[in-house]
Each structure stands twice: as C-alpha cells, then as structure tokens.
C-alpha cells in the first residue's frame, strides 16, 4: 500500500514550497519528495474533510497570511503525482506569516496562530478553498523567560466535544479556551495558566476526551492536564520532563501525538534531537517515558502517525532530512527504519 504524505517548509533555502511523499507500507521505504504547490514559508498545513484542498501558511513580498490550494487528478499515467492548483490567498500587509493551521469541518472554518504577533484568526470556507475572514482575537501579556516579552500564539484547535477551540499561547504562559460559534466568532469561555516559563506551543487530546498533554517548549516538559468539558477549563495534574537530566545544553519541545487507543504519547525535541515515547495509563491521567530514540537529524520540528499508526515519520528543519520508524503496537517502542530521506527545510508532516 502506498500513503501520501504533505510535507510543509521554510522556503529560505532550497525548498520552493508543498512537498509530496510516498510511504511504501510493503517496502516499509519512503520515496522521493515532488514539489506540488509553489508558495512562500507553507509552515503549517491542514486537510479539509474531504482531503480534497490543502489549507496552508503563505508568505509573499509584501507580508504573511492563509492560502488554499484545490487537488486535480493526474493528468496522465506517467504523471501519477497529485497536482494543486491555489484558489485562494489573503494576505496582510507588513504582517508576519501564521504558524499553525486547522480545519474545522462541522462549521466550515480556518484557523491560524501567529507567533509573532500574538493573536488567533478563524476563517469561513467553502468547497472551493475561498476564505473569508470572521474573527480575530489578540492576547495580552508576557512571562518570565526571554521568548516570552509579548504573547505568541502558537497553536489552536477544536476540543473533543467540538464545543470550544483552544489556543496555546507560549508568551503569555497560558492556554485560552474560546467558544465558537457557527459563522465562526470566539468568546472566551476559560483561561488555563501554566507555570512560569513553560512556554505553551502544542497540545493533544486523549481519546476519552477528559485529558490532554501539553508540550512545554522552554521547559521541555509534557504537562498533563484535566479538561473540564461543562465550561473548557483545565487542571494540572502531572508534569513530566521530555529529556534525561544529563542533557544540559538547549532543547525546545516541538510536536505532541498520541495514539487512537489512548495507551501511548510521543513527542519531539529539538537540540537534544529525540522523539520522546510514554506509557499513558488506563484513565489517561498519568505518563510514564519509556523511550528516548534519536531523531537521526536536526531539529524534529513535526512528526506524524500515519493512519495504521504502524509507521512514524519525523521531519528535521536544519538537515533537510525525513526519518521513517516502526512502532510496536504492543509496547509503543519505536525502531529506526530509513533515515536521511531528503526533504528541503521539512516543518510539518500530514498524512493524506
């Protein structure tokens, strides 16, 4: 069986922007990446429900913004790769560019972070890939490291019960909690504060939907929380550090997974370049580290399951490379398969 994987970069270097790739399942091989959409900076990309548009970070001359790019099928035997056309672009003048985008597929919605600054937006779609802008809130406030002198709003997306939307903010050191409406508006329902330094940038649900993880950034920590679905608050309940304690020199928490049947978390760390493996208990309240594996490049910025959930690819921004493992369904240990894959300024991974 062979799956699709979009890959988003930087276009700084020598990568021009969307990227495909194959994972061959029987092979256990992947293949060589093929460009498919130009456009500057695709940092961050989502699918829509009916994986038929890719929704991605843009960045021209003039400043950053959201473009949605329509798939076409193949126009010959020979040219098997998936090719998009871009349908639409919005760009804000002199702005920076998002860092993360999701699709929410029961409203018809976009949504972006911007790191730089500080607020999140929400988007109205189509079937088409048209945007058009609904709602933009700015958060307020800083925290104790040096990153953190003004909000950096780094990441949002839908809760479980799809009731709210939550967005990491890893300036402000907090996580807000907004209700969405259906014309895509947001009121705020609920603050969590995380502690000092920690630096919120990505956050993953447990599949019971009572429990979530986040990845602390700045002190490369997962933090277990309770989620409270009758007005989207959260609680600490546990903190657990992503690297051994020998490691002393600089690490960033990047990206957080965790499986379908709840039993297993992963996250990646850049400077110590290792995927993190942990054991979550039958409630999902409490994680173990069972595993610290290399990265086999620099700076695993994004990582992915793909839908069997046998396989794991990580993408290295500074070395240009994909790593492909295999993961024990049983012990959720990971073993290296293929490394060195090159993909240019690689930052995210989506399976098709």
Same mark, same amino acid.
């Given at each position: 069986?062979?799956?699709?994987? !979009?890959? +988003?970069?930087?276009?700084? +270097?020598?990568?021009?922007?969307? !990227?495909?790739?194959?994972?061959?399942?029987?092979?256990?091989?992947? $293949?060589?990446?093929?460009?498919?959409?130009?456009?500057?900076?695709p940092t961050y990309l989502a699918l829509s429900n009916g994986k038929d548009i890719i929704y991605s970070v843009s960045k021209t001359a003039t400043g950053g913004g959201l473009a949605a790019f329509k798939k076409? =099928?193949?126009?010959?035997?020979?040219?098997?790769?998936?090719?998009? $056309?871009?349908?639409?672009?919005?760009?804000?003048?002199?702005?920076? =560019?998002?860092?993360? %985008?999701? !699709?929410?597929?029961?409203?018809?919605?976009?949504?972006?972070?911007?790191?730089?600054d500080g607020f999140v937006s929400v988007y109205k779609t189509d079937n088409k890939g048209n945007l058009t802008l609904t709602d933009v809130k700015q958060h307020e406030g800083s925290s104790i490291h040096e990153?953190?002198?003004?909000?950096?709003?780094?990441?949002?997306?839908?809760? =479980?019960?799809?009731?709210? %939307?939550?967005?990491?903010?890893?300036?402000?050191?907090?996580?807000?909690?907004?209700?969405?409406?259906?014309?895509?508006?947001?009121?705020?329902?609920?603050?969590?504060?995380?502690?000092?330094?920690? +630096?919120?940038?990505?956050?993953?649900?447990?599949?019971?939907?009572?429990?979530?993880?986040?990845?602390?950034?700045?002190?490369?920590?997962?933090?277990?929380?309770?989620?409270?679905?009758?007005?989207?608050?959260?609680?600490?309940?546990?903190?657990?550090?992503?690297?051994?304690?020998?490691? *002393?020199?600089?690490?960033?928490?990047?990206?957080?997974? %965790?499986?379908?049947?709840?039993?297993?978390? !992963?996250?990646?760390?850049?400077?110590?370049?290792?995927?993190? %493996?942990y054991a979550i208990n039958e409630t999902g309240d409490s994680i173990e580290r069972i595993q610290l594996i290399p990265s086999e490049g620099d700076t695993p910025r994004d990582f992915a399951l793909d839908p069997?959930?046998?396989?794991?690819?990580? +993408?290295?921004?500074?070395?240009?490379?994909? *790593?492909?493992?295999?993961?024990?369904?049983?012990?959720?240990?990971?073993?290296?398969?293929?490394?060195?894959?090159?993909? =240019?300024?690689?930052?995210?991974?989506?399976?098709?």
């Amino acid at each position: 069986m062979k799956e699709t994987i !979009y890959l +988003g970069t930087y276009t700084k +270097g020598n990568s021009e922007g969307i !990227y495909e790739i194959i994972l061959n399942t029987q092979t256990k091989r992947l $293949e060589e990446a093929k460009l498919l959409a130009k456009v500057g900076n695709p940092t961050y990309l989502a699918l829509s429900n009916g994986k038929d548009i890719i929704y991605s970070v843009s960045k021209t001359a003039t400043g950053g913004g959201l473009a949605a790019f329509k798939k076409k =099928p193949a126009t010959s035997y020979e040219n098997t790769a998936t090719l998009f $056309e871009k349908t639409s672009e919005l760009i804000e003048e002199n702005a920076a =560019p998002p860092c993360y %985008v999701a !699709y929410d597929a029961d409203r018809s919605l976009v949504y972006t972070t911007s790191y730089h600054d500080g607020f999140v937006s929400v988007y109205k779609t189509d079937n088409k890939g048209n945007l058009t802008l609904t709602d933009v809130k700015q958060h307020e406030g800083s925290s104790i490291h040096e990153n953190q002198e003004k909000a950096h709003a780094h990441y949002l997306n839908l809760t =479980p019960d799809r009731q709210y %939307v939550v967005a990491c903010d890893l300036g402000t050191d907090k996580v807000y909690t907004y209700k969405v409406s259906e014309d895509g508006k947001l009121d705020l329902a609920s603050t969590y504060t995380a502690k000092p330094g920690t +630096g919120p940038r990505h956050l993953v649900f447990h599949p019971n939907g009572k429990f979530a993880y986040l990845v602390g950034e700045l002190t490369s920590e997962i933090v277990v929380l309770a989620y409270n679905a009758a007005d989207g608050s959260f609680e600490t309940v546990q903190t657990v550090s992503s690297i051994p304690d020998t490691h *002393t020199t600089f690490n960033s928490g990047s990206a957080v997974r %965790v499986t379908e049947d709840g039993r297993f978390l !992963y996250s990646s760390n850049r400077g110590h370049n290792s995927i993190a %493996v942990y054991a979550i208990n039958e409630t999902g309240d409490s994680i173990e580290r069972i595993q610290l594996i290399p990265s086999e490049g620099d700076t695993p910025r994004d990582f992915a399951l793909d839908p069997s959930e046998q396989f794991v690819v990580v +993408g290295h921004q500074n070395s240009d490379k994909l *790593t492909l493992f295999e993961r024990d369904a049983e012990t959720g240990l990971l073993s290296l398969l293929q490394k060195d894959v090159y993909a =240019p300024e690689c930052v995210c991974v989506t399976f098709d």
